[in-house]
């Protein structure tokens, strides 16, 4: 399997291609970049393919984190992807960032009981809660939108809060990225694709549209 993994829900983005089969083995690249650089999405999955050495013609499935997060960021890797699906029929998925971002924090070696907080604007975060061991993690709470003394009263209850901008609300909290190169190895573990209009940013509020009123007759 050849992946081409987009992670851009936070103001890190990275891109990640990653490679497994039976001859080379496995082999990746994964490129990072702050959301002021001045790398578009296309050059920096084109540097991550030369990295793993493969060929764009290569790829057979393309990953995006869904979020939540960057609204923007997400719909951009999404029509990114779906682009590339038009031009080469790839296999399309889509896989949470709280779930990248989870296992970033296990590969840093974060252990015990975790919150999960990122910003949902409003003055309101998006929360899950964790148990984190070696290697493992084990969901206590499913993502799920939160008031600040929500957040709060987990901390003082002991659980280390994490996320992309988490000190600018607890100063005593852990900044962790989700990030493509997880988000790849996550794609690989559950191969189950999408149709392109499948993918959808997750957004927990009830999307709502106002009707524009008729117009008038000059």
């Known amino acids: 399997m050849k992946i081409l993994a987009f992670e851009f829900s936070t103001s890190q983005r990275s891109v990640a291609a990653l490679s497994l089969d039976p001859v080379s083995g496995l082999r990746s690249a994964e490129v990072v970049e ?6 578009g999405p296309l050059a920096m999955a084109e540097t991550a393919l030369q990295q793993a050495g493969l060929e764009r013609e290569q790829i057979e499935c393309v990953a995006v984190g869904l979020g939540p997060g960057s609204y923007t960021g997400i719909r951009s890797a999404i029509a990114l992807a779906q682009g590339w699906h038009l ?31 990122i910003d949902a604007q409003r003055n309101e975060f998006y929360l899950a809660n964790y148990e984190l061991a070696a290697g493992s993690a084990r969901e206590l709470q499913p993502l799920r939108l939160a008031t600040p003394q929500e957040a709060n009263a987990c901390a003082t209850a002991g659980e280390l809060l994490i996320g992309p901008e988490v000190t600018k609300w607890f100063p005593d909290g852990r900044t962790v990225m989700p990030r493509a ?38």
């Open 87 to 117: 031009a080469s029929k790839v296999r399309l998925m889509g896989v949470s960032s709280v779930a990248c971002l989870i296992a970033e924090a296990l590969d840093q070696g974060i252990q015990g009981r975790v919150t999960v907080v």
């Open 181 to 218: 190169c997880h988000l790849a190895q996550l794609a690989l573990k559950h191969p189950d694709s999408v149709a392109p209009s499948d993918l959808e940013p997750i957004y927990l509020r009830a999307t709502a549209f106002v009707k524009a009123p008729p117009a008038r007759v000059l």
């Open 34 to 39: 702050s959301l002021d650089s001045d790398a």
